[in-house]
């Protein structure tokens, strides 16, 4: 019964290659996030959505292409890969109540490496 | 937004009480102090939010001087099971911007 589920959980790609990285949340929540975690673990905002719609998009390079199919979904696709995109990828929710963004939920993350 | 400054790592003795401490000058009227724990391997996990004075929950306790310029995280008796890193995030969460920017964090290391 897994709250916020990343699949895959480990991901090994070549340069140049496009991949995947799916999200759902069964928490009922309205909104969804990515954020990327590099080597030196510094955790960044890559997008957030709002009941599907995006209202978030932090300088990311538009080889990532956020995608959600509805409110308990945040699919997130990188075409040709880079180096630089190696990292983990944690998919989060949060549920708004009375205009107050509550807490985040995070999944496990999922570890990208790009040779 | 505001920004937020923390210790790179500390050390701590099994048993001891930890305070660690975030200072985030910048802060503005509407914005929230909220803390973060995460494991190695492991998404962030919420542990206290607070706006002003003293927040306790069972986990930890959160203090915000009255300018609050900073606050501080205060885990009693930890455990090495305390062992972690710790982000400390300001923002509006009438806007969403209370989940939206972790800074360096903190990893405190938990000695037998």
């Known amino acids: 019964d897994t709250a916020v589920s990343q699949t895959p959980k480990y991901l090994v790609t070549q340069m140049g290659n496009d991949k995947s990285i799916k999200c759902e949340q069964n928490?009922?929540?309205?909104?969804m996030y990515w954020y990327k975690q590099d080597s030196k673990k510094f955790l960044k905002i890559m997008f957030s959505?709002?009941?599907?719609?995006?209202?978030i998009n932090e300088t990311v390079p538009n080889r990532f292409s956020p995608k959600s199919p509805d409110k308990a979904h945040l699919n997130l696709h990188i075409n040709s890969l880079e180096l630089g995109d190696s990292a983990v990828y944690f998919c989060?929710?949060?549920?708004?109540?009375?205009?107050?963004?509550?807490?985040?939920?995070f999944g496990e993350g999922s570890r990208l490496t790009v040779l | 937004l505001a920004k937020t400054t923390q210790p790179i790592s500390m050390d701590s003795y099994e048993g001891q009480e930890v305070n660690i401490t975030c200072s985030h000058n910048?802060?503005?009227?509407?914005?929230?102090i909220t803390w973060y724990q995460q494991f190695p391997s492991q998404g962030p996990r919420f542990i206290i939010q607070?706006?002003?004075t003293k927040v306790t929950n069972e986990v930890a306790s959160l203090f915000i001087p009255a300018d609050r310029k900073s606050s501080t995280l205060s885990l009693p008796r930890v455990s090495l099971s305390d062992t972690a890193v710790y982000y400390c995030?300001?923002?509006?969460?009438?806007?969403?911007?209370?989940?939206?920017?972790f800074g360096t964090g903190t990893r405190l290391t938990v000695i037998p």
């Open positions: 910048n802060i503005a009227t509407n914005d929230y």
């Open positions: 959505y709002n009941n599907k719609e995006l209202i």
């Open positions: 995030l300001v923002g509006d969460p009438q806007t969403g911007a209370n989940n939206l920017f």
């Open positions: 607070g706006y002003k």
């Open positions: 989060a929710s949060s549920h708004t109540r009375t205009g107050f963004a509550g807490e985040l939920f």
């Open positions: 928490l009922g929540h309205d909104t």
